[in-house]
């Protein structure tokens, strides 16, 4: 069995910063790839960013700049920090991984989401 648990939501005013943590457990042999993506109200899922286990990273473009995408090996564990945050940032945010486990198939694994909402 392979969790991931999100925490670092919440609410927050325009321009201000979050940072959001996911952390991966259970059987993992090795953590592929780390990344964010975010469901805003009413609109499908969307990729924010994301990062190979040899640190290369990928930004939504309407992201750069603000957001930053980082891992730790070591811990299996990835962050999101997030600056200058706007009101259209405002989604319910999902970490997702891709695991290899102990049983050598890798998978696709999301966390619970967690919301995140820039108002004043």
């Known amino acids: 069995q392979v969790q991931l648990v999100e925490s670092g939501g919440g609410l927050v005013q325009p321009g201000g910063s979050l940072r959001l943590s996911c952390a991966a457990s259970?059987?993992?042999?090795?953590?592929?790839?780390m990344g964010w993506y975010r469901q805003p109200p009413g609109k499908q899922r969307e990729l924010v960013a994301t990062i190979t286990s040899g640190g290369n990273t990928n930004y939504a473009d309407s992201v750069k700049g603000r957001f930053t995408i980082s891992r730790d090996n070591a811990k299996n564990t990835g962050s999101l920090q997030m600056n200058s945050l706007k009101p259209e940032d405002t989604a319910v945010y999902y970490c997702?991984?891709?695991?290899?486990?102990?049983?050598?198939?890798?998978?696709?694994?999301w966390g619970q989401g967690t919301q995140v909402t820039v108002s004043s």
């Open positions: 997702n991984a891709r695991i290899r486990a102990w049983d050598m198939i890798t998978r696709n694994y």
């Open positions: 259970g059987s993992i042999l090795s953590v592929i790839a």
